[in-house]
């Protein structure tokens, strides 16, 4: 049997059903492989220097016997808070030179707003490091600002003690992928995950915004998910609204990860003594956040070691690839409860495990995808009744603070050293660049519904998609897909999916969204294409063309050809 990727955590969602798990580790498998190989191919249509990543391997076609795993922690806390307008910074990359207090920025980490009810929208525009360009504070999105693949909503009570809170690291794609074997698996692990059996299935699905009827996802013939539902939107949860069942900041997506993994795995000119420098040349995430930076170095390092010595490695993210939640420093934090009980009974494992072991190794850290923190059963006392070295617990950022997030790195030996490039610059003049595919009446429904959020900045459901590959049947025809696309110009483009499938591009117009992974939102082009399947067109994923003589190399598993 072929190795497959494992689910995050080797989370096995259908113990009782064997048929459905081997479907879900199918679709994952697929999904990843996709995620992987476009890691790997990297970007040659928009930038220099950011392309055929092969120093970045899959762990499930290489032999990784021997493997060395490493362990890349990060803390949960939102670090680009702290820079720019907290003390780390010292106000030097806001252009008012705004420097909040510690108490004003667990305010913002948790609401959205300083205590003085400053929101984002009104807080000065902040300086990239890298670039020098200003902009509004980002990533958009209810809770968009908790962007160290960690996010968490608070329960308060009357008094406004916190009650529970909910930390998170599941990525989208996994309850995705979830979605599209059995939607009402991911209902009662919603109802179970967050305690809230009043959910309803009719909440999780996505709506037409004009019709407000479900909208059928043509891969499943079912409705589709919605991401940002009302029960996974924003950092408050009461009992009619509200929680943290998946990771929604647009930047917090697996397939970011895979990509920022295959495009650090290159040696720059630079060198990867300092984190910062190094994500400045080579332009894998954003600057001064806990994990990109810090992810990018340490994968570079499992490549390109500071030690002259040390042999030359591939490297990935080991199997299960995922982002996991550590347990917090209850010592360390000098965390105290109000009668002596062990602050560590007030952490409950949810999903995920606190150990994992994969082919009889166990691997390092912890793979913790959702916890809760709230006092133990039959206890008068609340959340806010407990200290850190102190201070009573009033924010949910205190507990994200005392501890650390963790992907787990593995290198296996290279023939030769990678060569080394240098920074990532611009392509003049720039190449049609694919970024994502959907069925057209999905692409529709999710650009067309507005996201209201905290930064008071235009936003649309489209940001909250992921890159999992539609599916169609062989012997369709006529099939409404919409690619989305940076498209020099304004004459319409060819498409192409390779041998057994014709496409017409029907017509192109402009929108904007944050493509999965991207921080800010910014404008594309939508190619509206009819596409038809002949009846022995191969099977599995199949990569995307645009003006192919131009662009002769493909954007890898944009489509999925499943048997009619």
């Not at 494992?6 to 009782?16: E, L, R, V």
């Not at 990018?296 to 030359?312: E, H, I, K, R």
Request: hydrophobic share 35%.
């Amino acid at each position: 049997m072929a190795k497959q990727f494992i689910t995050p955590a080797n989370q096995i969602d259908f113990p009782n059903d064997e048929q459905k798990q081997s479907a879900l580790n199918q679709q994952w498998t697929t999904n990843l492989t996709g995620f992987t190989n476009q890691g790997i191919v990297g970007s040659p249509w928009a930038t220099t220097e950011s392309a055929d990543n092969t120093y970045y391997f899959n762990p499930t076609t290489a032999d990784t016997t021997g493997g060395i795993y490493a362990q890349i922690q990060w803390n949960a806390f939102p670090g680009r808070l702290s820079y720019y307008y907290g003390k780390n910074g010292g106000g030097k990359a806001n252009v008012a030179g705004m420097i909040l207090s510690d108490e004003e920025l667990l305010w913002l980490a948790d609401t959205g707003k300083t205590r003085e009810g400053i929101p984002f929208a009104d807080l000065p525009q902040i300086i990239n490091p890298c670039s020098g360009d200003r902009s509004a504070y980002g990533p958009f999105g209810p809770r968009g600002w908790q962007d160290e693949y960690c996010e968490w909503s608070v329960e308060r009570d009357s008094n406004n003690n916190i009650v529970r809170i909910d930390f998170t690291c599941e990525n989208p794609e996994y309850m995705n992928s979830l979605w599209m074997i059995d939607p009402l698996k991911v209902l009662e692990l919603y109802q179970r995950t967050l305690n809230k059996p009043q959910i309803q299935l009719q909440d999780l699905e996505l709506k037409d915004p004009t019709t407000g009827q479900p909208v059928i996802d043509p891969s499943t013939g079912r409705p589709a998910y919605n991401p940002l539902n009302k029960w996974n939107s924003g950092p408050v949860s009461t009992s009619t609204q509200g929680g943290a069942m998946h990771l929604t900041s647009t930047p917090n997506t697996l397939q970011t990860e895979i990509g920022l993994g295959a495009l650090s795995t290159a040696p720059r000119t630079c060198g990867n003594s300092d984190a910062e420098t190094l994500i400045c040349c080579a332009q894998y995430g954003q600057p001064q956040r806990n994990s990109d930076p810090h992810i990018g170095q340490s994968v570079n390092q499992l490549v390109t070691s500071p030690n002259p010595a040390d042999p030359p490695m591939r490297a990935t993210l080991a199997n299960p690839p995922g982002l996991y939640i550590q347990l917090p420093d209850f010592a360390g934090s000098n965390y105290k409860t109000p009668d002596g009980t062990d602050p560590a009974a007030c952490w409950t494992i949810v999903r995920g495990t606190q150990t994992l072991t994969v082919d009889g190794t166990q691997l390092p850290g912890n793979y913790i995808l959702h916890a809760t923190f709230q006092a133990p059963p039959g206890k008068t006392w609340t959340v806010s009744d407990i200290t850190i070295n102190g201070k009573r617990i009033q924010w949910g950022g205190q507990v994200a603070q005392t501890f650390l997030m963790q992907i787990t790195g593995m290198a296996i030996p290279a023939q030769a050293a990678a060569p080394v490039r240098n920074c990532q610059g611009d392509r003049t003049p720039a190449l049609p660049t694919p970024l994502q595919l959907f069925h057209a009446n999905v692409f529709n429904a999710l650009i067309n519904t507005p996201v209201p959020n905290v930064m008071g900045t235009a936003m649309n459901l489209a940001s909250n998609s992921t890159l999992i590959a539609p599916i169609v049947k062989q012997g369709q025809s006529d099939i409404p897909l919409v690619l989305t696309a940076s498209v020099p110009g304004t004459t319409l483009p060819t498409v192409s999916f390779g041998e057994g499938i014709s496409v017409t591009v029907k017509d192109m117009r402009t929108v904007k969204y944050a493509v999965p992974g991207n921080t800010y939102p910014d404008e594309a082009q939508a190619l509206e294409l009819l596409v038809s399947v002949s009846a022995n067109a191969a099977l599995g994923l199949r990569g995307v063309w645009i003006n192919q003589a131009e662009s002769p190399i493909a954007f890898p598993a944009a489509l999925n050809v499943v048997a009619g």
